[in-house]
């Protein structure tokens, strides 16, 4: 089990340059004769890409998951409140089959009769994150709350090296953990006859990454692969003695950019840049079990939205489909 999660996490990776509306024009130059190398290689070129757009979504999924602070709603109070979380981001992802892939045509990639279908396959992918939370400012008190509360929020995603020379997949990030800061601002503060209302950004992004993919017959070589998230929330939130709800919708967007280079056979493709952009809904839920210590929360979300347009498909379905998630985590405050 551990090895499939990390394994999805490094497909992951390898698809986070690619939530892109793809135009009816390939981003793989189709070169100017029968034995020029972009010609040879353009249709693995556009296998990558649409590797890329399939994936790049659930990426930013297994990022942001959906509440900032899983089970909070308002903010926490001002200075000298505190919250520490851990947690897992876990979902029923499409993971292409990349060694079970066809040869690529070698004659450009509209020389095909079509798109195809390439094999994916059902798997439960996420990363594992930490969460903290400081309250800076306490609000102004307004009858039974208070408005305007300030929380500084902080963020860590651990990403796993993967492989070596001759693997099916190298994975090799400039470092394994990654930091992400964000605000929290209280539209209201929590008490016995008011619920906790809140606004969250939170921006994750991925470190650095090089990455090799190797299928049978062409090989994908990313360099230079940067991952930008950035979450925007409206929670709310109320305590119930021993249980705790809390519900939420916000904004999801990905921000990608790579170099690709694919290589089938004795050729190599040109150097490709990638530079795109997606913009997704998030819906949430929460239910939390107030120990004396700390809490242990349960969420379950929904993301969708968005175009993203591959040229060949996937056997699992559509890249923009939308997808059920689910967090489990535990949390300490004061």
């Known amino acids: 089990m551990r090895k499939a999660m990390v394994l999805g996490a ?5 698809a986070a340059v690619g939530a892109r509306a793809q135009s009816a ?3 793989c130059p189709a070169g100017a004769s029968a034995t020029d190398p ?7 070129c556009q296998i990558a890409v649409d590797v890329f757009d399939v994936m790049a979504p659930q990426l930013g999924l297994a990022l942001s998951g959906g509440n900032a602070t899983l089970g ?5 109070g001002g200075p000298g409140h505190f919250s520490i979380g851990l947690r897992g981001n876990v979902f029923n992802g499409d993971l292409p089959q990349v060694t079970s892939f066809p040869n690529p045509s070698l004659t450009g990639r509209l020389q095909r009769t079509g798109s195809q279908a390439l094999p994916s396959k059902s798997q439960i992918l996420g990363l594992p994150t930490a969460d903290a939370a400081l309250g800076i400012f306490r609000g102004v008190p307004l009858g039974l709350t208070s408005v305007g509360g300030i929380d500084l929020l902080l963020s860590a995603t651990y990403v796993p090296s993967f492989g070596g020379a001759g693997d099916e997949i190298q994975i090799k990030p400039e470092r394994n953990l990654q930091v992400g800061y964000g605000v929290r601002i209280g539209l209201l503060q929590e008490s016995i006859a008011v619920p906790g209302v809140s606004f969250t950004y939170l921006k994750r992004d991925l470190p650095t990454t090089s990455i090799i993919g190797t299928a049978s017959s062409f090989t994908i070589d990313i360099a230079d692969a940067k991952v930008k998230t950035s979450a925007f929330r409206l929670v709310a939130s109320k305590s119930l003695l021993l249980l705790g709800l809390a519900g939420g919708v916000g904004q999801d967007r990905y921000d990608e950019s790579a ?7 004795a050729a190599s493709s040109t150097v490709v840049p990638f530079a795109e952009k997606l913009t997704r809904t998030n819906y949430f839920l929460d239910v939390s079990l107030n120990l004396p210590v700390f809490k242990l929360i349960g969420e379950v979300g929904q993301v969708s939205g968005g175009t993203v347009d591959t ?4 056997t699992t379905g559509r890249a923009d489909k939308s997808r059920t998630y689910g967090s489990v985590g535990i949390r300490i405050g004061l």
Not at 259 to 265: E, F, H, I, K, Q
């Open 10 to 14: 490094g497909l992951m990776l390898l």
């Open 72 to 76: 909070q709603g308002g903010n926490l």
């Open 259 to 265: 170099l690709v280079r694919a290589t089938s056979g």
């Open 25 to 27: 024009t390939s981003p």
């Open 38 to 44: 972009a010609r040879l290689t353009q249709d693995a």
């Open 311 to 314: 040229y060949n498909e996937f």
